[in-house]
């Protein structure tokens, strides 16, 4: 039997936002709390997210300071705004770092628990208030998945949380929103979603319906990132990829990630790498390593990509695919850690309790091939360079 989770109502397309009021009366809530960013009350999408909810008899109140790699400290300033109205729903607009405040707040604000409580590999079902998820990036796939990460940043943990609870309700998906994402901005999230994809399809807990999402997914963003970060107006290759990013977030969420993801949290809790760029940095490295343990499974990610051709046997595939990745991040412009500039003395200190991090997230066991903790260490080695 397979279990899924998926939102229940969606507009997508290019003017979905547009549709946000309707699609509030259609779940039946009325009183929402905008978690956002300072970047989105700048911009004027908040003020447009105001405008069309104020129409409607709607009254907004918004919390603007969410962070990157959202802390607990941040989730907690969130929450407090938020009890000090009455309101029936959180929407979470941006990237990925105000949806899953928005999702950690929803939680929070009908249960007396901590973040610290609710990681991985506790699984909170029990719903909070309903969740809208508008993404302004095509990456995270956070408006369709029931995870969230949030940074203890007492211990620099990535903590992985999930459940039920964390679903969307409503996912408002507009491609229209990131045509003015930065060509740096736009690979990163662009490849982050592509590993969701990937990594779905080889993940072990993989099944037919995620599998027909990833691959389609992988299609989108393989063939439409590159024209996205040299024409970001182009309205084509936006709407591609974010489709793809959804269709990933919707896979991943059901077939859960892998080593890729549980290797990356660490980087971006230590060196404050931001999670699409440092899941760039290791994607190369860590789907050579992981080849043998799904020869088939990656030929297939190879052939949906248009990397070879049907009748390429799948060892060459898996290798073709590798080349690929790496032709990809030299095109994109992905850095190493090294190049990036990161420490290497506190990088090297750092790596045992990186490879025990990365293990506890639970994602490597999804992996074709599962590491060990040293294996990890000499992952993370050579992806420094």
């Given at each position: 039997m397979t279990a899924l989770s998926l939102p229940p109502f969606v507009r997508l397309g290019g003017g979905a936002l547009d549709e946000l009021p309707a699609a509030l009366r259609q779940a039946g809530l009325r009183a929402p709390f905008i978690i956002t960013d300072r970047f989105m009350a700048a911009s004027g999408v908040l003020e447009r997210v105001h405008a069309l909810l104020s129409q409607e008899g709607i009254e907004v109140r918004a919390f603007t300071d969410t962070v990157p790699d959202p802390t607990v400290a941040c989730v907690g300033d969130a929450l407090t705004m938020l009890r000090e109205g009455a309101h029936d729903c959180v929407i979470g607009l941006g990237g990925?770092?105000?949806?899953?405040?928005?999702?950690?707040?929803?939680?929070?604000?009908?249960?007396?628990?901590?973040?610290?409580?609710?990681?991985?590999?506790?699984?909170?079902?029990?719903?909070?208030?309903?969740?809208?998820?508008?993404?302004?990036?095509?990456?995270?796939?956070?408006?369709?998945?029931?995870?969230?990460?949030?940074?203890?940043?007492?211990?620099?943990?990535?903590?992985?949380?999930?459940?039920?609870?964390?679903?969307p309700r409503i996912?408002?998906?507009?491609?229209?929103?990131?045509?003015?994402?930065?060509?740096?901005?736009?690979?990163?999230?662009?490849?982050?979603?592509?590993?969701?994809?990937?990594?779905?399809?080889?993940?072990?807990?993989?099944?037919?319906f995620t599998d027909a999402l990833a691959l389609t997914a992988m299609k989108r963003i393989w063939t439409h990132l590159p024209t996205c970060c040299v024409?970001?107006?182009?309205?084509?290759?936006?709407?591609?990829?974010?489709?793809?990013?959804?269709?990933?977030?919707?896979?991943?969420?059901?077939?859960?990630?892998?080593?890729?993801?549980?290797?990356?949290?660490?980087?971006?809790?230590?060196?404050?790498v931001a999670h699409g760029?440092?899941?760039?940095?290791?994607?190369?490295?860590?789907?050579?390593?992981?080849?043998?343990?799904?020869?088939?499974?990656?030929?297939?990610?190879?052939?949906?990509?248009?990397?070879v051709g049907a009748d390429v046997s799948d060892a060459a595939a898996g290798e073709a695919l590798v080349a690929a990745l790496r032709a990809r991040n030299a095109e994109l412009g992905v850095p190493s850690p090294q190049s990036f500039g990161l420490d290497a003395a506190r990088w090297d200190n750092l790596l045992p309790l990186m490879a025990d991090?990365?293990?506890?997230?639970?994602?490597?066991?999804?992996?074709?091939?599962?590491?060990?903790?040293?294996?990890?260490?000499?992952?993370?080695?050579?992806?420094?360079?």
């Open positions: 990925g770092s105000p949806i899953d405040t928005a999702k950690m707040v929803a939680v929070l604000a009908v249960h007396e628990t901590t973040p610290a409580r609710l990681k991985a590999p506790f699984v909170q079902d029990a719903p909070g208030l309903p969740i809208i998820a508008i993404p302004t990036t095509a990456g995270t796939g956070s408006e369709a998945t029931r995870v969230t990460v949030i940074t203890d940043e007492a211990t620099d943990e990535k903590m992985l949380c999930m459940g039920a609870a964390y679903q996912a408002i998906v507009d491609y229209e929103l990131t045509l003015s994402m930065p060509a740096r901005l736009t690979a990163d999230t662009g490849i982050d979603a592509l590993t969701h994809a990937l990594e779905a399809y080889v993940s072990r807990k993989a099944s037919p024409e970001p107006g182009n309205r084509e290759a936006r709407a591609a990829v974010m489709e793809g990013a959804f269709e990933a977030g919707m896979a991943f969420s059901n077939a859960s990630v892998a080593l890729v993801h549980g290797m990356s949290r660490p980087i971006g809790a230590h060196f404050h760029l440092s899941n760039a940095m290791l994607l190369p490295e860590i789907t050579a390593w992981s080849l043998s343990g799904a020869p088939g499974r990656y030929a297939e990610c190879a052939r949906a990509m248009g990397v991090q990365a293990l506890a997230s639970g994602s490597p066991a999804n992996n074709p091939r599962v590491p060990t903790a040293t294996e990890i260490v000499d992952l993370y080695r050579r992806v420094w360079a």
